[in-house]
């Protein structure tokens, strides 16, 4: 697993062999949570098209959704697994090792 985009507090885009995960940092006044998701093939491909402007945009539409508490209405995405998440805390321990 690897942090191959950052948009540093509020989401980061990691990488392994089998997929690419979207974690976005959801702040809702005093309390934040996580929404980590696994993109499917079709935003895949819109990310490589359109770069990191699309990912910022998916990221502010998932946040908007769970401000409102729809995101199942409109979205499908694969949550990522406790095992994902931890290959992604990782992930983000070395990225964040690397930058000092």
């Known amino acids: ?6 948009e540093p507090y509020f989401w980061e885009l990691y ?8 974690n976005v940092l ?6 934040s949570w996580e929404k980590t998701i696994c993109l499917d093939e079709q935003t895949i491909q ?4 359109q770069g990191k402007g699309f990912i ?11 401000f409102r508490k729809d995101y199942e209405r409109f979205y499908s995405y694969t949550d990522a697994s406790k095992e994902q998440k931890k ?5 983000f321990n070395e990225y964040k090792a690397k930058q000092k």
């Open 26 to 31: 959801i702040n809702m006044s005093a309390i």
């Open 1 to 6: 697993m690897q942090l191959i985009e950052i």
């Open 46 to 49: 819109q990310y490589q098209t």
């Open 56 to 66: 910022d945009g998916l990221a502010k539409r998932i946040e908007s959704s769970q």
């Open 15 to 22: 990488e392994d062999s089998e997929n690419i995960y979207l």
């Open 87 to 91: 290959e992604m805390l990782q992930a």
